[in-house]
């Protein structure tokens, strides 16, 4: 697996930086392996920030495989076809499409040297064959084989200007040939006969950004994140977040870290954790914390705007409450959520009840998404959820009853709240 990090962060070198984006971008024929996280998460309790440690705007990213990567159902289909083609391949060997066919279920399975052989036979019976020769430059690319790919895709591109998949691989091609110039020219050109291909906004952004073209590279980030790209709304979170390219904004970092997570990419988790440890660190600076929290509440006030039919019932309800009193069973737990992660003690308490009684059809008792909530801001430091917590395991609810860890899990709290919970719990201090 690599690693690659401090995209929009500025405390890198260039040099550093430059090579986090080579590693990114030597990956260009990646279909992302799904990463399953969720908000149910429950890390078990780090020590708090200390008083000058900030989010940082690093992150890991998951490497990458060279091929496509096929489900297993896919992979058998090829594997089937596979006889099937070779028998055309055998029948009628001077017939370029079987041939290119041949190279592309190759391609697929992970025979790039086989796969190119095929192409080139290929492009030998028909060499003006646009798709052969772009077929050939990806299966080069796989073999990180940079220079030979140029020609071909370059060739591809000659022969048919509007093909979109050229222009986008030729600007991977270039990037990591040296040609800053090149590649952004033929991501521009992809999105020309592409408007609606976020990914290629998505690379696009980060060959404006190496070349300090900022302001663009946000924009052109932003539109990719629109475009449900997960790592363009984590880096976008990150530029919001640091000021790089756009105006320092906590709430909207919180925004597309959260939209990222939603789409399952992990390491817009780790940056919301941080930024709620800030909020929630007394070691913290009084400015820092106080920052992360009118962020976090000014996130809970966005909500509002995505339900533009609620009338809100003054400061003690939330969007969450609110849908739930209404009934509407498709969004109130998520919103519910949602506004927990984002420290709302009123959501966590209506999250509390939903635990212990559940909600109908809707929701069974004990349900495990709400106790990761639980677990997650308590072990940040939020005090509502440790309270909720420490009931939850003092009483056994869903869970096996732990005193001791009803009783750790209050650390940090003023004495006389956790006198007050453990007097509930009937416990002893």
């Known amino acids: 697996m690599l690693l690659y990090t401090y995209w929009l962060e500025g405390r890198k070198s260039p040099m550093a930086h430059r090579l986090a984006l080579t590693l990114l971008l030597f990956s260009c024929l990646a279909i992302r392996s799904s990463i399953h996280s969720s908000f149910a998460q429950t890390p078990s309790e780090p020590p708090p920030l200390a008083p000058t440690e900030t989010p940082s705007t690093s992150f890991p990213h998951q490497d990458e495989l060279l091929l496509p990567e096929l489900r297993a159902h896919e992979q058998d289909d090829v594997v089937m076809t596979l006889g099937e083609l070779r028998g055309n391949v055998r029948t009628a060997p001077q017939n370029a499409d079987y041939r290119l066919k041949l190279a592309e279920a190759l391609y697929r399975i992970g025979d790039l040297d086989t796969a190119i052989d095929e192409c080139r036979a290929a492009i030998a019976l028909k060499p003006n064959h646009a798709q052969t020769h772009l077929q050939l430059g990806m299966a080069l690319m796989a073999k990180q084989d940079w220079r030979a790919a140029l020609t071909e895709l370059k060739e591809a591109a000659r022969l048919n200007p509007e093909l979109t998949q050229a222009h986008y691989d030729l600007g991977t091609a270039y990037y990591t040939t040296g040609n800053l110039k090149a590649a952004i020219q033929s991501y521009q050109q992809a999105l020309l006969l592409q408007p609606s291909f976020p990914d290629a906004r998505y690379r696009l952004a980060l060959v404006l950004k190496l070349a300090r073209r900022d302001r663009e590279s946000a924009q052109s980030m932003e539109e990719a994140a629109a475009g449900g790209v997960s790592q363009a709304q984590y880096f976008l979170g990150n530029a919001y977040r640091a000021g790089q390219g756009v105006e320092k904004n906590g709430t909207l970092a919180i925004y597309w870290w959260t939209k990222a997570v939603e789409l399952g990419y992990q390491p817009a988790i780790s940056s919301l954790s941080l930024f709620r440890r800030q909020a929630l660190s007394p070691a913290q600076p009084e400015q820092n914390r106080l920052e992360a929290l009118k962020a976090f509440h000014a996130y809970r006030e966005k909500l509002w705007d995505n339900f533009p039919d609620l009338i809100r019932n003054g400061d003690s309800e939330t969007v969450g409450t609110t849908l739930l009193k209404q009934n509407r069973s498709d969004d109130a737990v998520s919103v519910l959520l949602q506004e927990s992660y984002a420290l709302s003690d009123i959501a966590q308490t209506e999250l509390a009840r939903l635990y212990e009684m559940g909600w109908d059809s809707h929701l069974s ?35 096996k009853a732990d005193r001791l860890k009803a009783n750790t899990v209050l650390r940090g709290l003023p004495k006389n709240e956790i006198k007050a919970v453990l007097n509930e719990l009937s416990l002893e201090p």
Request: proline share 6%; net charge positive; glycine share 18%.
């Open 365 to 399: 008792p004990f349900d495990k998404n709400i106790l990761a909530c639980f677990e997650t801001t308590a072990g940040e430091g939020f005090g509502p959820a440790k309270k909720i917590l420490a009931r939850i395991y003092g009483k056994g609810l869903g869970v």
